[in-house]
């Protein structure tokens, strides 16, 4: 009914920069929050970022100053662009989005399949 396609994932240096983008397409009647969230070996997953339906955006600590989450509402479309990367933001990094479907009159989060960061020299 609803699929979120990621991509932007690779291997970088520590230091560099990267770009992720997910798109959600399907019956949506409306979008409210958007986000990321990441996964690495051994931790907990964690709420990188989010943004509501109008702009307002939310971080945790340790991207703070780093990361800036953004989204596109005309194309359903929610970015992360990551800055200073360190090896600690090694995960795979999942987008979501709490959707109202045509179909029905609740809210649903949908999540991508992941796409892997790698922070490594």
């Known amino acids: 009914q609803v699929q979120l396609v990621e991509s932007g994932g690779c291997l970088v240096q520590p230091g560099g920069s990267l770009r992720l983008s997910c798109a959600a397409s399907?019956?949506?009647?409306?979008?409210?929050?958007m986000g990321w969230y990441r996964h690495a070996p051994g931790k907990e997953r964690e709420l990188v970022a989010s943004?509501?339906?109008?702009?307002?955006?939310n971080y945790a600590d340790p991207v703070k100053g780093r990361f800036t989450i953004s989204r596109n509402n005309a194309k359903n479309t929610v970015y992360l662009q990551m800055n200073s990367l360190k090896p600690e933001d090694t995960a795979v990094y999942y987008c979501?989005?709490?959707?109202?479907?045509?179909?029905?009159?609740?809210?649903?989060?949908?999540w991508g399949n992941g796409t892997l960061v790698t922070v490594s020299s």
């Open positions: 399907g019956s949506i009647f409306s979008i409210n929050g």
């Open positions: 979501y989005s709490n959707i109202r479907t045509r179909q029905v009159g609740y809210v649903t989060s949908y």
């Open positions: 943004i509501t339906s109008d702009g307002r955006t």
